[in-house]
């Protein structure tokens, strides 16, 4: 029998099996099947690295739908670094997942790290989120990603070469880097406001939590090096990111970085500022609180505050707190986990008329827009916090 003694450090045994994470499952609410909790799926892993079970394709189906929202960890009272447990047992059965998923998972490393496929795939999906063009294929699964995306604006070249003193460092991340270009721009803009210079960091693709968490912890680890080697040259006076999953991850492995997630400075110099003046905002809006917010460190009730300045602006907050659905490529992987786990927040925004949604995480962007697409609600937007408050700041 092969030693597994690196993949039991963690040892699986310290779950005392209480059951008190069950309830904070995403997946375990929907499948109501024990495999899919997180006991479920550590006695899964308990019994693969024991050699009691065979890295079957249902056995990895389990691990693989975990979205690592880590609402079972929060809970816990044997502190079970489910973490690890589940992006170490990711990696080491990696092998033995089905072709497709393998295929699927590099694809998509290269696809969101390469930065002239980007440029190469960002200029298709502008072509055909055309209106026109979409009348024709949104039904299609052929084009099934576009109903991911909606049209992003590029890098405002004139913006972040306004001055030769750059003050902010801002991280785009590989999603967001793709899908959410305005971010980037819309950081510049509310920095400048405030009279602070800022930069986009160019020779940064990923933060290494794409294939970290989906079962390539080696490359993950390189992009991750490269990353906090790049952050750490001293040129910015703080490295800002506006993805909160990047934010997370890079919390999770930084060591002398100054590294801050975007919404939480920006947030921060807001609060510190007491002339903001917004535009009168008669809208019904809904802030969505990703599961990566403690770990990326946002002050979630400081968000609500700020926004609660806004004259004529309604705000709702979903009523459950469960993940989304987006977490750890299950858009991809395990889409109709992703739709179903969304869908009593779907409902929550058709009964309350909400206009728009803020959240400030791109995977989870992306799963609501999808599910906005599906249910053919494309009045409602989807955006981030700091593309809404730069638009509303005067």
């Known amino acids: 029998m092969k030693n597994h003694t690196s993949y039991r450090m963690l040892d699986p045994d310290n779950c005392a099996m209480c059951g008190m994470c069950l309830n904070h499952c995403p997946t375990y609410k929907i499948n109501n099947n024990e495999s899919e909790s997180p006991r479920g799926r550590i006695s899964i892993i308990h019994g693969l690295n024991d050699s009691m079970l065979e890295p079957s394709t249902s056995a990895l189906k389990h691990i693989n739908s975990c979205t690592l929202c880590l609402a079972c960890e929060t809970v816990c009272p044997a502190k079970v670094d489910f973490y690890n447990l589940i992006t170490k047992a990711r990696d080491k059965y990696f092998k033995n997942q089905k072709n497709i998923f393998k295929i699927k998972t590099i ?3 290269f696809f969101l790290t390469n930065s002239l496929v980007k440029k190469t795939i960002n200029s298709i999906i502008q072509i055909l989120n055309n209106k026109i063009l979409r009348i024709f294929y949104l039904r299609n699964s052929i084009f099934k990603l576009i109903n991911y995306t909606k049209i992003q604006t590029r890098f405002d070249e004139e913006i972040y070469f306004l001055s030769k003193e ?14 959410q270009k305005d971010v980037a721009n819309s950081c510049i803009k509310l920095l400048k406001k405030n009279n602070i210079n800022s930069e986009i960091i160019k020779n940064v693709e990923c933060c290494g939590s794409l294939d970290y968490n989906s079962g390539r912890i080696n490359k993950g680890i390189k992009y991750n090096k490269i990353a906090n080697n790049e952050f750490n040259k001293k040129k910015y006076k703080k490295v800002i990111g506006y993805a909160s999953g990047c934010s997370s991850f890079i919390n999770k492995n930084k060591t002398k970085t100054n590294y801050q997630d975007a919404t939480s400075y920006i947030l921060d110099i807001l609060e510190k500022n007491n002339k ?24 979630f009730s400081k968000l609500m505050k700020i926004l609660q300045t ?11 707190n469960y993940c989304c659905g987006a977490g750890s490529q299950n858009l991809i992987h395990n889409n109709q986990n992703s739709i179903n786990i969304i869908k009593p927040k779907i409902e929550f925004i058709k009964s309350n008329n909400i206009d728009l949604i803020l959240t400030y995480n791109i995977g989870c962007s992306l799963n609501f827009i999808n599910s906005i697409n599906i249910n053919n609600i494309d009045q409602v937007e989807v955006t981030h916090p700091i593309t809404f408050l730069n638009n509303i700041l005067l």
């Open 107 to 109: 694809l998509i490393s």
């Open 166 to 179: 750059k003050n902010i460092g801002i991280f785009t991340g590989c999603a967001s880097n793709m899908f």
């Open 276 to 299: 903001n003046n917004f535009k009168v905002t008669k809208k019904n809006i809904c802030i969505h609180k990703p599961c990566t917010t403690k770990s990326a460190e946002i002050d």
């Open 310 to 320: 806004i004259p004529s602006l309604k705000i709702f907050t979903f009523e459950d």
